[in-house]
């Protein structure tokens, strides 16, 4: 049974900083790509970030590139997302899509699973 858990959530400042983990369990973890997405209030759940099976490409939205990163310790079957100097525009639900393929891409019909989400209010 494939498991998907998001933690790390909170409420920060404008150019604070916060830590979201996705925890996995199903198929080997090592042979799947992964994502995170977000959706706030009366929008559509939109692409933040992507990383492959092996952690040696990862893709960002423009929006966050060069403040967020994505990474992943296989050992521990979990993807990090490390967001740095956030802004009010960065509240949203962030969810964890898991795809069962090596690589990936920003569109959400490619992803098998997803989590429940955890909430990301940055105040300003």
């Known amino acids: 049974q494939v498991q998907v858990v998001e933690s790390g959530g909170g409420l920060v400042q404008a150019g604070g900083s916060l830590r979201l983990s996705c925890m996995y369990s199903?198929?080997?973890?090592?042979?799947?790509?992964m994502g995170w997405f977000r959706q706030a209030p009366g929008k559509e759940r939109e692409f933040v970030s992507t990383?492959?099976?092996?952690?040696?490409?990862?893709t960002y939205a423009d929006s966050v590139k060069g403040r967020f990163t994505i990474s992943r310790d296989n050992a521990k079957n979990t993807v990090y997302l490390q967001m740095h100097t956030l802004k009010p525009e960065d509240t949203a639900v962030y969810y964890c899509?898991?795809?069962?393929?090596?690589?990936?891409?920003?569109?959400?019909?490619?992803?098998?699973?997803w989590g429940q989400g955890t909430q990301v209010t940055v105040s300003s």
């Open positions: 899509g898991v795809r069962n393929e090596l690589i990936t891409g920003p569109k959400t019909d490619r992803y098998d699973y």
């Open positions: 990383i492959n099976w092996s952690g040696t490409t990862t």
């Open positions: 199903g198929r080997a973890f090592g042979t799947i790509a």
